[in-house]
């Protein structure tokens, strides 16, 4: 796609980059050399630190590894997405892994000195002000992973080649910081490292509006802002101390639970049996029954990704 040039950089193995990317703006993370590279990627809204890029709502929405549309979520209770993936020429890549720290090489290769995504992350988003410990689970773009048969994550080798490129669309204004991911003993990078470039551009015509308009988008009252916090200001202090006066105030409360009677005709109460009788779903036919109910509303009703899709519960 052509777009309008703003801003380009080089970002050299050791190093990262904070960049200040507009609602629609995009930026291009882009492979300068052969042998794929790794980018550790964290997003912030740009007016308001304390929310940034949640890898575990973009899992749930969008599986193991999001590719071209997916959205990137911010953590509850904003819940919303300020980012989305425009383009991606590899399609491999990971938000299951953590970001690579000092900790990781010393504990696991004997290496107390060596780079790493943490402390890139950390030095390149101090040019706004940020510490350490405001870095956050990181998207790690052309970081090629998967979950073995016994359920544990495994780190394949870089598909990436020189060219090859994803772009991000802010879709809030946003600071979005890159780094050049420090892993020369895994194969996350081939075991060598890389430059890679960095570019702004102007979002195309038309191109925010098609993501803006897609069911993800959709704004709902359960999407909180701070303005809705009972406590609105950032804390300035480290130590925790006690709020004397603090009465607790749960909403949602009391959650009361109440009978409801369902007739069934005989042919009902049949397949609530055949059901109770698989030994899948409770022991009565009513612990039937709230399996058959929800499944079948979820299958009709939810949206977005499904869980809870077993096949023998099809009444
Ligand atoms: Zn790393």
Same mark, same amino acid.
């Given at each position: 796609m052509d777009r309008e040039l703003l801003y380009e950089t080089v970002i050299e193995p050791g190093t990262g980059k904070a960049l200040e990317l507009l609602r629609g703006q995009v930026l291009r993370i882009e492979q300068l050399a052969d042998g794929g590279q790794c980018a550790d990627f964290n997003c912030f809204n740009l007016h308001d630190y304390k929310e940034h890029f949640h890898t575990a709502r973009t899992r749930h929405v969008h599986g193991l590894q999001p590719s071209t549309g997916a959205y990137l979520w911010s953590a509850p209770p904003? *819940?919303?997405? +300020?980012? $989305? $993936? @425009?383009? %991606?020429? $590899?399609? !491999?890549? %990971? +938000?299951l892994y953590g970001r690579c720290s000092a900790w990781l090489y010393d504990y696991q290769y004997g290496l107390p000195v060596h780079a790493n995504c943490h402390d890139m992350q950390a030095e390149a988003q101090r040019e706004y002000g940020l510490t350490p410990d405001d870095v956050h689970d990181s998207f790690n773009f052309f970081m090629n992973t998967g979950v073995d048969q016994e359920g544990r994550p495994y780190i =394949?080798?870089?598909m990436a080649r020189k060219g090859d490129y994803v772009e991000i669309m802010a879709l809030i204004d946003t600071l979005m910081v890159a780094n050049v991911c420090g892993a020369d003993v895994m194969a996350t990078n081939n075991f060598q490292y890389k430059p890679l470039r960095l570019a702004v551009y102007a979002g195309a015509e038309g191109e925010l509006r098609g993501y /803006? !308009?897609?069911? /993800?988008? #959709? #704004?709902?009252?359960?999407?909180?802002?701070?303005?809705?916090?009972? +406590?609105?200001? @950032?804390?300035?202090? #480290? /130590?925790?101390?006690? *709020?004397p006066s603090y009465v607790p105030d749960f909403i949602n409360v009391p959650i009361t639970l109440a009978d409801v009677s369902v007739?069934?005709? *005989? /042919? %009902?109460?049949?397949?609530? %049996?055949?059901? @109770?009788?698989?030994? *899948?779903?409770?022991? !009565? #036919? =009513?612990e039937a029954l709230r399996w058959a109910f929800h499944h079948w509303w979820i299958k009709r009703y939810m949206q977005g990704p499904k869980h809870l899709d077993r096949e023998s519960a099809q009444a």
């Open positions: 904003r *819940d919303r997405p +300020i980012a $989305v $993936v @425009v383009a %991606d020429t $590899v399609g !491999s890549n %990971d +938000i =394949g080798p870089n /803006e !308009s897609r069911p /993800e988008m #959709r #704004r709902l009252q359960t999407q909180r802002t701070p303005e809705q916090f009972r +406590i609105k200001e @950032v804390k300035p202090t #480290r /130590e925790l101390t006690r *709020d007739e069934l005709t *005989d /042919e %009902d109460a049949a397949l609530l %049996d055949g059901l @109770v009788g698989t030994g *899948d779903f409770g022991t !009565s #036919r =009513g």
